[in-house]
């Protein structure tokens, strides 16, 4: 109870928002909340940001590659049954979108977070193999857009989707020739636990490579990432990547126990600095304000109490997505509690 009582005036330090300030009430109600990093998409975004005393971090990389990533035929008939592609495309959206989320419900689908099933792909977003990006040729020319467009005053960069739409690894002819060389070079077997590494060191490879391009250029540019989709098997990977700002995931979107909760937000905040000392581990927590589609739905109070458990283990600082859900009713006044700068009286 102690504990609790000490707790009334904790507060995040940091608050990352994955939701762009759209106009200028948006961003002064981001800032009230205690937003304090932002992602835009624009100058003005960018304007906006500043003048409510935000960092901007200019648009968001995703990964590169001469094709989508491929999946085992079970996997590639759960996406395409989940993501509804025998569905007639004249379809209208919105009928589409009630089977979809129907679908995703009835097959347990955790839309990248950890998986609950045996078999779970990724919602829509379909990713590139960026192991097949060969000295990274297509991964650079689209940096480099990112970083010739970014304006004076920029903080640094987003990254997202850098993983697997199967949380596992990509199975197309090239990826499949590498893992056999891989082999080959450190004689090993094919093994469940050799697959795993080999995939794990391809995905870490292709962000540090990433990094080392963007901070070659730009050195004071700052990497703000959050670690998704989950890689199944080996969940808290995050910190072997030289991101400055690491979110990785501690509450997702469907509720998970406080226990995990706890046991996530120590595991991010302890060992962030395992690998590289300039890493930042910061605690991810998915909120969904809309309890009609069938990603895992948060009141206020849901929001709050799982806050409490973040600050409780150890969180100093918070990555949140999706960014608009922290300027709705009821929820701002729960991150501006927890986060915002003025000292509220309570
Ligand atoms: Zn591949």
């Given at each position: 109870?102690?504990?609790?009582?000490?707790?009334?005036?904790?507060?995040?330090?940091?608050?990352?928002s994955?939701?762009?300030?759209?106009?200028?009430?948006?961003?002064?109600k981001y800032?009230?909340?205690?937003?304090?990093?932002?992602?835009?998409?624009?100058?003005?975004?960018?304007?906006l940001?500043?003048?409510?005393?935000?960092?901007?971090?200019?648009?968001?990389?995703?990964p590169?590659?001469?094709h989508?990533?491929?999946?085992?035929e079970?996997e590639?008939?759960?996406?395409?049954?989940?993501?509804?592609?025998?569905?007639?495309?004249?379809?209208?959206?919105?009928e589409?979108?009630?089977?979809?989320?129907m679908?995703?419900?009835?097959?347990?689908?955790?839309?990248?977070?950890?998986?609950?099933?045996?078999?779970?792909?990724?919602?829509d977003?379909e990713?590139?193999?960026?192991?097949?990006?060969?000295?990274?040729?297509?991964?650079?020319?689209?940096?480099?857009?990112?970083?010739?467009?970014?304006?004076?005053?920029?903080?640094?960069?987003y990254?997202?989707?850098?993983?697997?739409?199967?949380?596992?690894?990509?199975y197309?002819?090239?990826?499949?020739?590498?893992y056999?060389?891989?082999?080959?070079?450190?004689?090993?077997e094919?093994?469940?636990?050799?697959?795993?590494?080999?995939?794990?060191?391809?995905?870490?490879?292709?962000?540090?490579?990433?990094?080392?391009?963007?901070?070659?250029?730009?050195?004071?540019?700052?990497?703000?990432?959050h670690?998704?989709?989950?890689?199944?098997?080996?969940?808290?990977?995050?910190?072997r990547i030289?991101?400055?700002?690491?979110?990785?995931?501690?509450?997702?979107?469907?509720?998970?126990?406080e226990?995990?909760?706890?046991?996530?937000?120590k595991?991010?905040?302890?060992?962030?600095?395992?690998y590289?000392?300039h890493?930042?581990?910061?605690?991810?927590?998915?909120?969904?304000?809309?309890?009609?589609?069938?990603?895992?739905?948060k009141?206020?109070?849901?929001?709050?109490?799982?806050?409490?458990?973040?600050?409780?283990?150890?969180?100093?600082?918070?990555?949140?997505?999706?960014?608009?859900?922290i300027?709705e009713?009821?929820?701002?006044?729960?991150?501006?509690?927890?986060?915002?700068?003025e000292?509220?009286?309570?």
């Amino acid at each position: 109870m102690e504990k609790n009582a000490s707790m009334e005036n904790m507060k995040f330090e940091r608050l990352f928002s994955w939701g762009p300030p759209t106009n200028e009430e948006t961003a002064a109600k981001y800032a009230q909340a205690g937003v304090t990093d932002i992602i835009v998409y624009s100058e003005k975004q960018l304007e906006l940001a500043t003048k409510h005393g935000m960092r901007g971090y200019w648009t968001c990389f995703t990964p590169e590659g001469p094709h989508c990533q491929v999946m085992n035929e079970e996997e590639t008939r759960h996406f395409n049954y989940i993501n509804g592609k025998d569905l007639d495309p004249a379809m209208p959206r919105d009928e589409r979108l009630k089977i979809t989320s129907m679908r995703k419900g009835e097959k347990n689908h955790r839309y990248g977070g950890e998986m609950v099933t045996d078999i779970d792909t990724l919602n829509d977003a379909e990713i590139k193999c960026f192991i097949s990006d060969d000295d990274l040729a297509l991964t650079r020319k689209k940096l480099d857009r990112i970083l010739s467009t970014a304006p004076d005053g920029i903080s640094g960069i987003y990254m997202d989707y850098i993983g697997y739409m199967n949380h596992h690894g990509c199975y197309c002819e090239n990826c499949l020739a590498k893992y056999k060389k891989y082999l080959a070079d450190k004689h090993l077997e094919n093994t469940t636990e050799n697959r795993n590494d080999f995939y794990l060191e391809q995905l870490v490879g292709y962000y540090n490579h990433v990094i080392d391009y963007v901070k070659k250029q730009r050195p004071e540019f700052k990497i703000v990432i959050h670690a998704y989709p989950d890689f199944k098997p080996l969940p808290l990977y995050g910190n072997r990547i030289k991101a400055d700002y690491c979110g990785q995931t501690v509450a997702w979107y469907f509720q998970w126990p406080e226990e995990k909760i706890q046991y996530y937000t120590k595991f991010v905040t302890e060992h962030s600095k395992d690998y590289y000392p300039h890493v930042e581990g910061i605690p991810f927590q998915g909120v969904n304000t809309n309890s009609n589609i069938s990603l895992g739905y948060k009141t206020p109070t849901d929001v709050e109490r799982e806050i409490r458990q973040i600050l409780a283990a150890g969180g100093k600082t918070l990555m949140v997505c999706d960014g608009p859900s922290i300027i709705e009713p009821g929820y701002f006044d729960v991150f501006r509690k927890y986060c915002g700068k003025e000292s509220s009286s309570k």
